[in-house]
């Protein structure tokens, strides 16, 4: 999935993201599991927020992306904060050339956007690949119960006096996914008049036992799997699962 002009607008969608509490979730894991930590990797790190969000609290950050756009909002962001992270476009089915790392995050659901069994895979693959012994993979994605009950066929809008969308969900092609139809309305400073363009993003998500094979399949023990940033196990209606896997 690459993102154009809704780079450039991602932000701003987003400000009530609750970027601490993925934070927290690493630094708890981290000292849970006794791993000593300098190093992350936050992949599909989009207009590097969460990246940022991590060098604050005194990680080494890097970040890859597939979009382009994506990645220009993210150097010069983190650059106006202060923060010297790199930033390399890459796809994270191809992830590559990266030393040893301590940890490698794929978080806000990004994962649910790969399109296929073997992309989630390969994956799985490169991060094991890139990961210290014992060093820490970290993800999450949307439930089935979210996909199947809350998406699909959903209507989510939102009205604001310079942006405004409307975003419909339909059922995807394959189980367990779905297709967001986006239009968005945006009030362009030079005319006064709004601007409409479209975005379609399909993701698709899997049962907690088949990203445990795959995660074991790669070599990683799983240490944990919780539900919407707390230590609790997921339950029928959760609807973001957490994976915590350290490589063997």
Known sequence: ?????????????????????????????????????????????????????????????????????????????????????????????????????????????????????????????HVFEHLHSNGLFMFDVHSIYKMNNIFRNGTFALNEEKISYIWQCYEGEWPNSVEHDLSFFVLEDQTGLYERFDELHFQRTYTIEQYKQWLQNAGFEVLEVSADFSDQSPEEHSERIFFTARKK
């Open 1 to 125: 999935m690459t993102y154009n002009r809704f780079a450039y607008l991602y932000d701003e969608l987003m400000k009530e993201t609750p970027y601490h509490q993925w934070v927290d979730f690493v630094v708890r894991q981290i000292e849970k599991y006794g791993v000593k930590a300098e190093t992350i990797l936050d992949v599909a790190c989009g207009t590097g927020e969460l990246s940022i969000w991590l060098a604050e609290a005194g990680f080494r950050v890097s970040g890859v992306d597939l979009s382009e756009d994506m990645l220009a909002v993210a150097q010069a962001k983190a650059a106006e904060r202060g923060h010297a992270i790199q930033f390399f476009q890459q796809n994270m089915a191809e992830l590559e050339g990266f030393d040893s790392l301590d940890v490698i995050t794929i978080f806000c659901d990004s994962l649910n956007y790969l399109q296929s069994e073997e992309e989630v895979v390969k994956t799985f693959q």
